[in-house]
């Protein structure tokens, strides 16, 4: 079964790190490509961030590169590193595989909750 | 920051049509996607590259992209097709993804 199961979602305080982690199952992540997305509480989803099969990686311009995106292959993974996080990334974030050609979603975990808070 | 809106919500009744739009500019330039989310439910996708269906999507939900405006189209309308509903446009030249506003669907 295609699957995807994120871990790491916690309560951090305001300027701190988190890494968030996408485990795979069901395909690889090499060969595919796989983003992140968020949703804030109350508010719409927001890509996050794009890492391609050859490993180019992208983001959206309004993190400013506070994010990275970077994937294990020999664990099939893929991991989102947060730092000096705000409170407005306060957010379920999700991990999504993108489609053969890169225009779709099709398979999206459950999410995991990140909470920016003093 | 590109933008792409959709109605809050829509109403329609069981074994009518509804339509829901996504705006944006030159929105017809982009590929644009469509899912179905229900609560407590990762998104489905109904529909990739403007109007194309998934396998096992009902031939009851069409699409089309043009101009300013993509449009959902589920006809036929039945309960289970209650939900929020979101179209997502890929910006290839980025590249990146911008996600519509959101719809919630009720069946009356």
């Known amino acids: 079964e295609v699957q995807l199961v994120e871990s790491g979602g916690n309560l951090v305080q305001p300027g701190g790190s988190l890494r968030l982690s996408c485990a795979a199952s069901g395909f690889t992540v090499s060969s595919n490509y796989v983003n992140w997305v968020r949703q804030a509480p109350g508010k719409g989803l927001e890509w996050v961030s794009i890492i391609y099969s050859g490993g180019s990686t992208f983001y959206a311009d309004s993190l400013k590169g506070r994010f990275t995106i970077s994937r294990d292959v020999s664990k099939n993974t893929v991991s989102l590193q947060m730092r000096n996080l705000r409170v407005e990334d306060t957010a379920v974030y999700y991990c999504v595989r993108g489609s053969r050609d890169g225009d779709t979603f099709d398979i999206w975990g459950q999410g995991t909750m990140v909470t920016v808070s003093s | 920051s590109y933008e792409v809106t959709q109605p809050p919500a829509v109403s329609v009744s069981p074994g009518e049509t509804v339509s829901i739009t996504c705006s944006g500019d030159?929105?017809?330039?982009?590929?644009v996607s469509w899912f179905q989310r229900r609560p407590g439910q990762s998104p489905v996708l109904v529909i990739y590259k403007d109007d194309e269906r998934p396998s096992g999507i009902p031939e009851r939900f069409s699409a089309s992209n043009s101009g300013n405006t993509a449009t959902l189209t589920i006809s036929e309308t039945q309960a289970m097709d209650e939900a929020d509903y979101f179209c997502?446009?890929?910006?290839?030249?980025?590249?990146?993804?911008?996600f519509g506003t959101g719809t919630k669907v009720t069946v009356l």
């Open positions: 997502l446009a890929w910006i290839r030249r980025t590249p990146s993804y911008v």
């Open positions: 030159k929105l017809g330039d982009n590929y």
